[in-house]
């Protein structure tokens, strides 16, 4: 099983790509997290804005290689969860998964948690609002595809329907 799991910077991605790998160990099944982050280009190949590289950009991502990495990962593990902000944006990535999340969060949420993550030091505010508006134009789910739960990022995530739509088998065609 392919999982792919998409949303904004600090929505919960990570802590539900972990979550589920923790839930798939405890049932035999081994898994594995390919987080999106790791296939970027190098910087000097990747687009910048206002002179500064331009993380939350469709190109700063190596998408071949993250596919790659997905199919060869579903060849030696029963469960690969891929995560990232532009989980859904490359049709070709897209089509390898079996089942999708997207957790959402409000731009308030994201605000406030953009401002406590310390990671990359001070970040300008009109890069943060630049992350934003990348979200709203790359990061979004597209129709077609895979099934899709829509998770709210915003508090705790309903572990219950998680399981629910894991379990559920995909719909046929119609006959």
Known sequence: M?????????????????????????????????????FVFPENQIPKVRDRVDWEHPGSIDFHRFRQAILDAALRFDVVIAEGLMAFYDAETKRLYDKCFFVEISKPTFLRRKAADKRWGEEPEWYVEHIW???????????????????????????????????????????
Do not use: C, N
Request: charged fraction near 35%; aromatic fraction near 6%; charge should be positive.
């Open 2 to 38: 392919i999982i792919g799991i998409g949303g904004l910077s600090r929505a919960g991605k990570t802590k539900l790509a972990k979550r589920l790998r923790k839930h798939f160990r405890e049932q035999g099944r081994s898994a594995l997290i390919l987080h999106q982050d790791e």
């Open 133 to 175: 508006k990348s979200y709203l134009k790359y990061g979004m789910p597209a129709e077609g595809g895979a099934p899709l739960l829509r998770l709210s990022g915003e508090g705790r995530i309903e572990w219950e329907e998680v399981i629910r739509f894991l379990k559920e088998e995909p719909e046929g065609p119609e006959k």
